[in-house]
């Protein structure tokens, strides 16, 4: 039969090598999705890194009331309302089928009148909030089965009623009861998750986030493996299809290349019909405006025409929060939209005095709004330069520098 | 219309003059896509050379002159080719026209395309793009000159009207190819100036592609490898949010570690030795991180050439030495073991530091976060996809050649030297700390695998089995 099956021509040894190749690659990928479900199914526990998602309480703008942060847990102070709202900034991004139970543990929370869940998502434009229930100090909440609670929520945080101060000791996010059915179906959204283009890709895609059940490469190279093992045995038991292995593996490579590739295809596609969607026909002054910090870009192309061209130098200062040290974004991109001009745009502040560094015929632009080192009356800008100030603009100011007010 | 043609000069021309020069170097029975994939590198290399050395010798830049220059060098290396005797390319793996290549073109437009419309119409993207070379590349062309750019120290105290201030770390080949499109376009556009980026992307597909074929692939195996590259998610990343500097580096890595497994078995090797050259410099050039992978390259070349049987006593003692030094630092033993290079610098370990000739030092540290994470990434990381565990699987078949040829020995020391080399820097330094940023690791991953994958590829099979030429002269080897 085996030299019967030798003589058969190419072709068809070819499609029973790619059918081969096939059939092992999808039942590989399907083994290790269903196993990886049943492990957890069974054992009942998440892997570590998706169990619990622990909202960090810091970074929280208060849209009402006020807070005060005491040993990590987090008082929130009702306004004259009674009422608190707050987001939790430096959460960072899950999407909304990995995490769904609420718990907030607090301390106070019989005085709560009324507790809501604020969050906001890809696929909605508006912030959506569904209510907390109160189980003694604990609020709690289930999301999995609410409409709105969709894609990939990028923001997160709570709306009090309460007629005195609360205190919250910590927040989780927490993955539903382990299934089947649920564990099939979140690896596939994580799976055909479409992260779009943000700050951070050009050093590698994130994925579906740190909560991912099992990556998706991770899940290709074993199931790739288990393909490969599949045909090396129907070949060492000498089965008729197998006389040659070479097209099985090579087609068995090429469909879990395929499962891992074509996600990303997709997301070049869509990124590119956005782009042409929206920067189509525009020049390149339109796309600029139509950015995040658009701002910076009206503020130098305003800037440009205020100051003679270069050599003259610029000073680029701006005092809002830089946690990073020397470096800040609206500074530094503001340096890229003036060039030609040339630009420092390193300091929060103009150089002090000592260094002997700002000269007569200098420029100095602050970024800040809320800018209050000059003063009007004696011309005078911090640390002690004389400036006559040329102008505003969305929320900056431009001065240049006559001299030094001790000279 | 003036703009349209003088971009497509701006790109036709390097990779015109960049195609002859490789073709001439390169041995005459090299196929097409590794010469047009190569020649498109070395061209993009040389157009910001012309530039420097326009800069030395006049004091500006501009584009008439350089393009002038390389026309004629174009048309001087054509007439020497017209005269030399040019191989076709090997009869069992030729890309004609005909179904199978129209069909792969069109697979490799299916990523390229989407690319380039991103490309021609996002704005500039990712930070260092527009905070370093996009910077220097904007002031550039605006002054017609190669301005000094100094910290912000020295500009602050600074009396030379024309400096400026930006992040000078990285090398300049970057900006200045950059420069170089937008002196041929009249005028800087931060989306045109970023073309050459796809067409790099694309340009490694064909370098990839050609290595396979060259090494002795039938053109399906080869086609599919250049396919396998071009769908890396990294690499279409750098490709399309354009105007970062690692795609080059990726490219003249590939280029240069490819051309050194060429030299060291087949035909031609004095030629193909040449372009490893060529490729390493324009590598250190983009980027300093380039001095390494030359510095392990070269060191897996030589540790390749011995024969079979002193292999059989060299391979035990370089792991025996590596793993002593591994062991040494673990246990946290001071090590003093570098070589003085001249006025380059230093090689090895000295003063708790890490010293690479051309890159800054590394402070060794201790209870750092660990080459775990950047293995981890090998085969979980969606920025590779299935990459990771190809390349590793490809060093496993290569290494188990390794007695039978130079090729297959080069291709396990260089995944042996990476590996110690990234176990040293990532558990042992103050590198460590991009892990925890996590800026590094795919990056640096890409550059790896992008020279692991072909190496690999050649190793498989061997040059042995790469085509004759018809009646070449270089000797044999």
Same mark, same amino acid.
């Given at each position: 039969?085996?030299?019967?099956?030798?003589?058969?021509?190419?072709?068809?040894?070819?499609?029973?090598?790619?059918?081969?190749?096939?059939?092992?690659?999808?039942?590989?990928? &399907?083994?290790?999705?269903?196993?990886?479900?049943?492990?957890?199914?069974?054992?009942?526990?998440?892997?570590?890194?998706?169990?619990?998602?622990?909202?960090?309480?810091?970074?929280?703008?208060?849209?009402?009331? &006020?807070?005060?942060?005491?040993?990590?847990?987090?008082?929130?102070?009702?306004?004259?309302?009674?009422?608190?709202?707050?987001?939790?900034?430096?959460?960072?991004?899950?999407?909304?089928?990995?995490?769904?139970?609420?718990?907030?543990? &607090?301390?106070?929370?019989?005085?709560?009148?009324?507790?809501?869940?604020?969050?906001?998502?890809?696929?909605?434009?508006?912030?959506?909030?569904?209510?907390?229930?109160?189980?003694?100090?604990?609020?709690?909440?289930?999301?999995?089965?609410?409409?709105?609670?969709?894609?990939?929520?990028?923001?997160?945080?709570?709306?009090?009623?309460?007629?005195?101060?609360?205190?919250?000791?910590?927040?989780?996010?927490?993955?539903?009861?382990?299934?089947?059915?649920?564990?099939?179906?979140?690896?596939?959204?994580?799976?055909?998750?479409?992260?779009?283009?943000?700050?951070?890709?050009?050093?590698?895609?994130?994925?579906?986030?740190?909560? &991912?059940?099992?990556?998706?490469?991770?899940?290709?190279?074993?199931?790739?493996?288990?393909?490969?093992?599949?045909?090396?045995?129907?070949?060492?038991?000498?089965?008729?299809?197998?006389?040659?292995?070479?097209?099985?593996?090579?087609?068995?490579?090429?469909?879990?290349?395929?499962?891992?590739?074509?996600?990303?295809?997709?997301?070049?596609?869509?990124?590119?019909?956005?782009?042409?969607?929206?920067?189509?026909?525009?020049?390149?002054?339109?796309?600029?405006?139509?950015?995040?910090?658009?701002?910076?870009?009206?503020?130098?192309?305003?800037?440009?025409?205020?100051?003679?061209?270069?050599?003259?130098?610029?000073?680029?200062?701006?005092?809002?929060?830089?946690?990073?040290?020397?470096?800040?974004?609206?500074?530094?991109?503001?340096?890229?939209?003036?060039?030609?001009?040339?630009?420092?745009?390193?300091?929060?502040?103009?150089?002090?005095?000592?260094?002997?560094?700002?000269?007569?015929?200098?420029?100095?632009?602050?970024?800040?709004?809320?800018?209050?080192?000059?003063?009007?009356?004696?011309?005078?800008?911090?640390?002690?330069?004389?400036?006559?100030?040329?102008?505003?603009?969305?929320?900056?100011?431009?001065?240049?520098?006559?001299?030094?007010?001790?000279? | 219309?003036?703009?349209?043609?003088?971009?497509?000069?701006?790109?036709?021309?390097?990779?015109?003059?960049?195609?002859?020069?490789?073709?001439?170097?390169?041995?005459?029975?090299?196929?097409?896509?590794?010469?047009?994939?190569?020649?498109?590198?070395?061209?993009?290399?040389?157009?910001?050379?012309?530039?420097?050395?326009?800069?030395?010798?006049?004091?500006?830049?501009?584009?008439?002159?350089?393009?002038?220059?390389?026309?004629?060098?174009?048309?001087?290396?054509?007439?020497?080719?017209?005269?030399?005797?040019?191989?076709?390319?090997?009869?069992?793996?030729?890309?004609?026209?005909?179904?199978?290549?129209?069909?792969?073109?069109?697979?490799?437009?299916?990523?390229?395309?989407?690319?380039?419309?991103?490309?021609?119409?996002?704005?500039?993207?990712?930070?260092?793009?527009?905070?370093?070379?996009?910077?220097?590349?904007?002031?550039?062309?605006?002054?017609?000159?190669?301005?000094?750019?100094?910290?912000?120290?020295?500009?602050?105290?600074?009396?030379?009207?024309?400096?400026?201030?930006?992040?000078?770390?990285?090398?300049?080949?970057?900006?200045?190819?950059?420069?170089?499109?937008?002196?041929?376009?009249?005028?800087?556009?931060?989306?045109?100036?970023?073309?050459?980026?796809?067409?790099?992307?694309?340009?490694?597909?064909?370098?990839?592609?050609?290595?396979?074929?060259?090494?002795?692939?039938?053109?399906?195996?080869?086609?599919?490898?250049?396919?396998?590259?071009?769908?890396?998610?990294?690499?279409?990343?750098?490709?399309?949010?354009?105007?970062?500097?690692?795609?080059?580096?990726?490219?003249?890595?590939?280029?240069?570690?490819?051309?050194?497994?060429?030299?060291?078995?087949?035909?031609?090797?004095?030629?193909?030795?040449?372009?490893?050259?060529?490729?390493?410099?324009?590598?250190?050039?983009?980027?300093?991180?380039?001095?390494?992978?030359?510095?392990?390259?070269?060191?897996?070349?030589?540790?390749?050439?011995?024969?079979?049987?002193? !292999?059989?006593?060299?391979?035990?003692?370089?792991?025996?030495?590596?793993?002593?030094?591994?062991?040494?630092?673990?246990?946290?033993?001071?090590?003093?073991?570098?070589?003085?290079?001249?006025?380059?610098?230093?090689?090895?370990?000295?003063?708790?530091?890490?010293?690479?000739?051309?890159?800054?030092?590394?402070?060794?540290?201790?209870?750092?976060?660990?080459?775990?994470?950047?293995?981890?990434?090998?085969?979980?990381?969606?920025?590779?996809?299935?990459?990771?565990?190809?390349?590793?699987?490809?060093?496993?078949?290569?290494?188990?050649?390794?007695?039978?040829?130079?090729?297959?020995?080069?291709?396990?020391?260089?995944?042996?030297?990476?590996?110690?080399?990234?176990?040293?820097?990532?558990?042992?330094?103050?590198?460590?700390?991009?892990?925890?940023?996590?800026?590094?690791? !795919?990056?640096?991953?890409?550059?790896?695998?992008?020279?692991?994958?072909?190496?690999?590829?050649?190793?498989?099979?061997?040059?042995?089995?790469?085509?004759?030429?018809?009646?070449?002269?270089?000797?044999?080897?």
């Amino acid at each position: 039969m085996a030299s019967e099956y030798r003589t058969k021509d190419f072709s068809q040894r070819s499609w029973h090598q790619a059918i081969t190749g096939l059939v092992c690659s999808v039942l590989a990928i &399907t083994a290790v999705m269903f196993a990886t479900a049943g492990w957890i199914t069974l054992s009942g526990a998440y892997p570590d890194h998706a169990r619990e998602f622990s909202v960090p309480l810091t970074g929280v703008t208060v849209r009402a009331g &006020t807070i005060e942060e005491h040993n990590g847990s987090l008082q929130l102070v009702p306004d004259r309302r009674g009422v608190v709202v707050v987001l939790f900034e430096d959460a960072s991004w899950f999407l909304a089928k990995q995490l769904s139970d609420v718990r907030m543990t &607090t301390s106070g929370g019989s005085r709560i009148q009324r507790a809501e869940w604020l969050w906001q998502s890809s696929s909605e434009e508006k912030t959506q909030a569904e209510p907390l229930e109160l189980y003694g100090d604990t609020l709690r909440a289930s999301l999995g089965g609410y409409e709105h609670w969709q894609g990939r929520i990028n923001g997160i945080g709570i709306a009090l009623v309460s007629t005195s101060p609360i205190t919250i000791n910590d927040i989780s996010l927490n993955p539903p009861p382990p299934s089947m059915g649920y564990l099939l179906g979140r690896m596939w959204t994580e799976w055909t998750f479409l992260e779009g283009y943000h700050g951070y890709t050009i050093n590698g895609l994130k994925g579906a986030g740190s909560a &991912t059940l099992m990556p998706m490469p991770l899940a290709a190279g074993m199931a790739l493996l288990l393909s490969l093992a599949a045909i090396a045995l129907a070949h060492v038991l000498a089965l008729p299809i197998q006389i040659r292995p070479s097209g099985s593996i090579l087609a068995s490579a090429i469909v879990i290349w395929l499962l891992v590739t074509i996600p990303w295809m997709r997301q070049l596609w869509t990124e590119a019909a956005w782009a042409v969607e929206v920067y189509a026909g525009k020049s390149e002054a339109e796309r600029r405006l139509l950015e995040s910090d658009s701002r910076l870009y009206s503020i130098a192309s305003w800037v440009k025409k205020q100051i003679p061209p270069p050599p003259q130098r610029l000073f680029v200062v701006s005092s809002a929060p830089d946690p990073k040290g020397t470096t800040n974004f609206e500074r530094t991109k503001i340096h890229y939209y003036l060039a030609p001009h040339n630009v420092l745009s390193k300091f929060a502040d103009l150089p002090s005095l000592n260094s002997d560094t700002v000269r007569p015929g200098d420029f100095a632009l602050i970024l800040d709004s809320d800018d209050e080192s000059y003063n009007a009356t004696d011309g005078k800008i911090e640390p002690g330069y004389q400036a006559i100030m040329l102008g505003e603009h969305r929320g900056s100011r431009l001065y240049r520098i006559v001299g030094r007010i001790d000279d | 219309m003036t703009e349209l043609i003088g971009l497509i000069c701006a790109v036709v021309v390097p990779w015109a003059m960049g195609l002859a020069l490789v073709s001439a170097l390169m041995p005459s029975n090299t196929n097409s896509p590794l010469r047009w994939g190569a020649g498109f590198y070395i061209g993009f290399a040389a157009a910001p050379a012309m530039l420097w050395v326009q800069q030395l010798f006049t004091g500006s830049i501009s584009f008439a002159q350089p393009v002038t220059v390389m026309l004629a060098v174009t048309a001087a290396l054509f007439v020497y080719l017209l005269y030399r005797p040019i191989q076709s390319d090997s009869s069992h793996a030729r890309f004609g026209p005909g179904f199978f290549t129209l069909f792969m073109v069109g697979v490799v437009l299916l990523f390229v395309l989407p690319g380039i419309a991103d490309v021609l119409l996002r704005p500039l993207f990712p930070w260092d793009a527009w905070y370093t070379h996009a910077l220097q590349g904007k002031i550039y062309s605006h002054f017609s000159e190669l301005v000094e750019f100094v910290g912000q120290r020295k500009w602050r105290t600074q009396s030379e009207p024309l400096v400026f201030n930006t992040y000078t770390g990285h090398g300049r080949l970057i900006p200045l190819i950059q420069t170089w499109i937008a002196l041929g376009l009249g005028r800087w556009s931060e989306t045109l100036v970023n073309v050459p980026w796809p067409l790099a992307w694309f340009s490694l597909g064909l370098i990839t592609t050609g290595s396979a074929l060259q090494a002795g692939h039938d053109r399906w195996t080869a086609a599919m490898t250049g396919i396998a590259v071009i769908s890396v998610p990294i690499i279409g990343i750098h490709a399309v949010l354009a105007g970062y500097l690692d795609l080059w580096l990726a490219g003249y890595c590939a280029l240069m570690a490819i051309s050194l497994s060429f030299a060291m078995g087949g035909n031609g090797r004095m030629r193909w030795f040449i372009i490893a050259v060529l490729s390493a410099i324009a590598a250190c050039w983009a980027k300093k991180f380039g001095v390494l992978f030359a510095v392990l390259l070269s060191g897996a070349a030589l540790a390749s050439i011995p024969p079979a049987r002193t !292999q059989r006593y060299l391979l035990p003692a370089i792991g025996v030495s590596g793993l002593a030094a591994i062991s040494y630092l673990l246990a946290g033993a001071p090590i003093d073991l570098a070589i003085k290079i001249g006025a380059v610098g230093e090689l090895g370990i000295s003063d708790g530091a890490l010293r690479i000739p051309g890159m800054r030092e590394l402070a060794l540290e201790t209870g750092s976060l660990g080459a775990g994470t950047v293995a981890t990434s090998l085969f979980t990381s969606r920025s590779l996809g299935l990459w990771g565990w190809i390349c590793l699987g490809l060093v496993g078949l290569a290494a188990g050649r390794f007695f039978a040829d130079k090729q297959a020995r080069l291709a396990t020391y260089w995944a042996i030297a990476i590996g110690l080399a990234s176990w040293v820097a990532f558990s042992f330094t103050q590198a460590s700390r991009y892990l925890e940023i996590g800026t590094v690791t !795919q990056r640096f991953l890409m550059v790896v695998l992008t020279i692991t994958f072909p190496l690999t590829l050649i190793a498989i099979l061997g040059v042995h089995s790469a085509p004759k030429p018809r009646d070449d002269h270089e000797p044999h080897a």
